[in-house]
């Protein structure tokens, strides 16, 4: 029954008011995922793909980075004694888990049988130098393996390093004018190697080279909390104070949205973050509904 009714709840419910997108056509699975007895998300910030077209969660509670396959059955586990805050995750080209870490002030780099690889920043020691952070909120990959790191909440500042962890550059500061942020929230990197910084609470995405040059801005999306990036070159934003999600395209034009603010199934609170599989199914991690849902396409 749910899966019947559920496309009917989300199709024609996604504008806000002075809106005139069309609704994405996607339909709630309200069977996924299938977590075990006793397990229970806190609150989700997090969710990403593994090379396995497999679902990675990112929360707060126990089981902090919880493993899903295809059909939606918990696989495994990893994290415990790591985190102090989840915030991002984020899986590169070989299926490593990178990790953000809001509290503790580190980036970390897991085997996917959960093994620390790399630990980017001092833990508990905030900074803003070569290899410290404050409060940092997500990593995207350049095709060379250089990484990006949004480095947003005591910092304003997005921080680039080589694959190796060799800091490279890093750029911005608190502000309203171009490469000036508030809240760098989400970074992603385009296809064509440009890089993607949502600017939370400037309500903008700013566009950059891979150098940190200023390129141009969009101010006409919402807030954005979380990016992501699909081969089929469109760009999937979780607009949180909007509690809405919108597809664009990479000229910035909304190609559509969905979702409204809600307890419900299909409705959001806090769209924090969002990652879409190579079928084109869509997962979007809330905060204050602990969970991560998941939209097929209809």
């Known amino acids: 029954m749910l899966r019947r009714i559920a496309p009917l709840l989300l199709l024609g419910l996604s504008l806000l008011p ?24 806190l609150e989700t910030p997090g969710v990403a793909i593994g090379p396995q077209q497999q679902v990675y969660i990112f929360h707060r509670g126990s089981h902090p980075i919880i493993e899903i396959d295809r059909s939606g059955k918990v696989v495994g586990s990893m994290g ?7 915030h991002g995750v984020e899986i590169d080209r070989e299926g490593h888990i990178w990790v953000t870490d809001r509290a503790d ?81 989400t970074v992603a990197v385009g296809p064509d190697g440009k890089v993607y910084v949502g600017d939370r ?9 891979p150098n940190g040059k200023f390129l141009t801005q969009w101010d006409h999306v919402g807030s954005p909390w979380g990016l992501h990036i699909t081969p089929e070159r469109e760009i999937y934003m979780a607009d949180g104070h909007n509690n809405r999600v919108l597809k664009l395209n990479l000229e910035g034009k909304i190609l559509g949205s969905l979702g409204k603010k809600g307890k419900l199934p299909g409705q959001f609170n806090y769209a924090h973050h969002l990652a879409v599989d190579l079928l084109g199914n869509l997962y979007v991690a809330e905060i204050k509904n602990w969970r991560v849902q998941k939209f097929r396409p209809h």
């Open 201 to 209: 609470e400037n309500y903008r995405i700013q566009i950059f080279d």
């Open 80 to 86: 415990e004694g790591l985190i102090g805050a989840a």
């Open 18 to 41: 002075g809106d005139s997108h069309p609704s994405l056509p996607f339909e709630l699975d309200a069977s996924w995922p299938r977590l075990p007895a006793g397990w229970n998300l």
């Open 105 to 185: 002030h580190t980036v970390l780099k897991l085997s996917d049988a959960g093994r620390v690889l790399m630990v980017m920043g001092r833990k508990g020691q905030a900074g803003e130098g070569d290899d410290t952070f404050d409060g940092p909120t997500d990593i995207a990959f350049a095709e060379n393996g250089d990484f990006y790191v949004s480095d947003g909440y005591g910092n304003s500042r997005v921080a680039r390093f080589a694959a190796n962890g060799s800091f490279l550059t890093a750029w911005g500061k608190p502000g309203k004018g171009p490469g000036e942020f508030d809240l760098p929230h």
